[in-house]
Every structure is written in C-alpha cells, then in structure tokens.
C-alpha cells in the first residue's frame, strides 16, 4: 500500500469527515520561532480522497505550508471549497468558471473587453 505523507505546519485541527480519522499524526516539531510542524501519514488504495477540517483563521496558514507527498503515485488534486457557492463567485464576472479551463477560453470569454499593459511601454486595446 503507498504511504501519503499530508505536512502542515501550525496546529490543524481534524474532524471525521470521510476517514480523516485514518490519519495518524507520525511527528511533531516544535520551533523555537513558535510553529509547529506536523506530519501525518495515511496509507491509501486506488483513487481516494482524504478530507480534513482547518479552523477558518488557519486557513492562510495552512495553504502556504500545506505538502502532499505520495511515494509510489501521484496527487490528482487539492482543493479547497470556499465559504460561498462557486457560481456566487463568478456572478459578476465577465467570464465563466469554465472560461478559466485554458488562456484560449478565456480570450474568447473576454472577447470585445477593453484591455491595458503596463511596463515600458503601455499599450491598450480591445481583445478579439
């Protein structure tokens, strides 16, 4: 069975939340600077998904600490849902969710936009 090695550093609070229990809290590290390090090991099979629950005011620090490891396979995804609906997101923009499936998409979602880059020279336009 492949080991999945998930890393945070700072406490992360973990709740049942299909087989969260199954993680098993393998090291800690403690740093004089005052964060802690926690690695937690799983062994998984096949395609599965391992969810967790991080309190709210974490959350920014652990995304910028968050690691995946997997020895045998690979990592499908990580993702992390937000606290509204995604098409609430989306609502005023002048694109789609699926606008942002490649840079083509897009273009074509923002096609008769006015646009400005900036740098040595500025240049603005309209897309096509």
């Known amino acids: 069975m492949p080991a999945l090695i998930v890393v945070m550093a700072l406490l992360v609070f973990l709740a049942d939340t299909a087989r969260a229990e ?7 590290v403690l740093s004089t600077g005052g964060v802690a390090y ?5 062994e998984v099979e096949g395609d599965a998904v ?3 629950d991080v309190r709210l005011d974490q959350v920014d ?11 045998t396979g690979g990592v499908g ?15 005023d923009l002048p694109f ?4 942002l499936a490649s840079p083509v998409a897009l273009l074509q979602a923002l096609a008769g936009e006015e ?7 500025e240049v603005t336009g309209c897309i096509l």
């Open 115 to 121: 646009v400005a880059v900036t740098g040595p020279t």
């Open 38 to 42: 926690l690695e937690y090991e799983v």
């Open 22 to 28: 199954s993680l098993a809290l393998e090291r800690v």
């Open 96 to 99: 789609s969710q699926a606008a």
């Open 61 to 71: 620090d652990v995304l910028k600490s968050f690691l995946v490891l997997d020895d």
């Open 77 to 91: 995804a990580v993702s992390l849902p937000g606290r509204q609906p995604l098409q609430d997101v989306f609502r």
């Open 50 to 52: 391992i969810t967790f």
